[in-house]
């Protein structure tokens, strides 16, 4: 048997004119196809960005552990990076602290740029509370925020933080900015003074006294007002007590006279503790009150 030879082509059995003719057939085909292929329209920008991106992803994912950086490799070139960033919403946030916070998670082009990862890190700043995170390509990403709103200050143990409306932290307190917040004071009382301060506003001279809202033993609130005096509000119905309060005040002056506190805790009765030195005052009155009228008794003739 005789080796292959690569470079043997065997004679056509019928003859060397149907051999011709098939390479001939076959020639104009390929010309053809060449032809029609030249005509197909070149695929427009959107195309060409899908099969970009989808063969990155597949090739990064095939590597393993590494598609952003595989991502960034392939999207800088192809002038994909991130140049541009839209801040819309804050107010408490500066844009550094926001693009700083974009640069942590590690992207540089829009293609490794994962918008939820991205959220997720800006909601995670002190006064963000939502975010959204949007890429417009080929390099502008659009970032929308809604801040926390400051609601009041929240004094827990030793420490004060400004919270919202919900009871969250926002941040630390510190004197000067937030000093028109209502206080609040004790435990529970950041996510519980919505419903206190709220009524409050139906009684807006009192509420203007009000130095402290103090939450005791999560159930029921002491108004703690600026001359010293303690309003004690029951668990029930607190809102029927501060007006009883009001009306009490308008009557006879009650919140400005040397009185500790006024309580309302017993539905049928108010009850009003004097100060220390009032109550010596009064004491001394009496006495001297109650040796007078013995005086005049003895004088009285017989």
């Not at 919270?163 to 919900?166: A, F, I, P």
């Not at 009883?244 to 308008?250: N, Y």
């Given at each position: 048997m005789r080796p292959l030879n690569p470079n043997h082509i065997p004679a056509d059995p019928h003859g060397p004119g149907r051999l011709a003719r098939a390479r001939a057939k076959a020639t104009r085909r390929i010309v053809g196809l060449v032809a029609t292929a030249s005509d197909l329209p070149l695929p427009g920008f959107g195309q060409m960005a899908f099969a970009v991106v989808a063969g990155s992803v597949i090739y990064g994912i095939a590597v393993g552990g590494h598609t952003g950086e595989v991502l960034d490799g392939v999207g800088q070139p192809l002038g994909f990076s991130i140049?541009?960033?839209?801040?819309?919403?804050?107010?408490?946030?500066s844009e550094i602290d926001v693009l700083q916070a974009l640069w942590q998670t590690g992207?540089?082009?829009?293609l490794s740029l994962d918008p939820t990862d991205a959220r997720q890190t800006l909601e995670s700043m002190?006064?963000?509370?939502?975010?959204?995170?949007?890429?417009?390509f080929p390099d502008r990403v659009e970032i929308d925020l809604e801040e926390h709103r400051p609601y009041a200050v929240w004094q827990t143990g030793q420490s004060f933080f400004v919270?919202?409306?919900?009871g969250k932290k926002i941040v630390p307190y510190m004197p000067g900015r937030f000093d028109a917040l209502p206080v609040v004071v004790g435990e529970g009382a950041g996510s519980a003074a919505a419903s206190i301060i709220d009524d409050m506003e139906s009684f807006p001279e009192l509420r203007a006294r009000v130095k402290a809202y103090v939450r005791v033993g999560g159930r029921r609130w002491d108004l703690e007002l600026n001359n010293g005096v303690i309003v004690r509000l029951p668990e029930v119905k607190p809102m029927e007590a501060v007006a009883?309060?009001?009306?009490?005040?308008?009557q006879n002056t009650l919140l400005e006279r040397e009185i500790a506190a006024v309580d309302l805790r017993l539905s049928d009765r108010v009850v009003v503790r004097l100060t220390d030195g009032s109550f010596t005052r009064r004491k001394e009155r009496l006495e001297e009150r109650a040796k007078l009228i013995k005086r005049l008794g003895k004088d009285k003739p017989v």
């Open positions: 140049d541009k960033v839209a801040v819309h919403g804050n107010s408490e946030t992207s540089q082009t829009l002190p006064w963000i509370d939502r975010a959204s995170v949007s890429k417009i919270v919202n409306r919900e009883e309060v009001v009306r009490l005040d308008r």
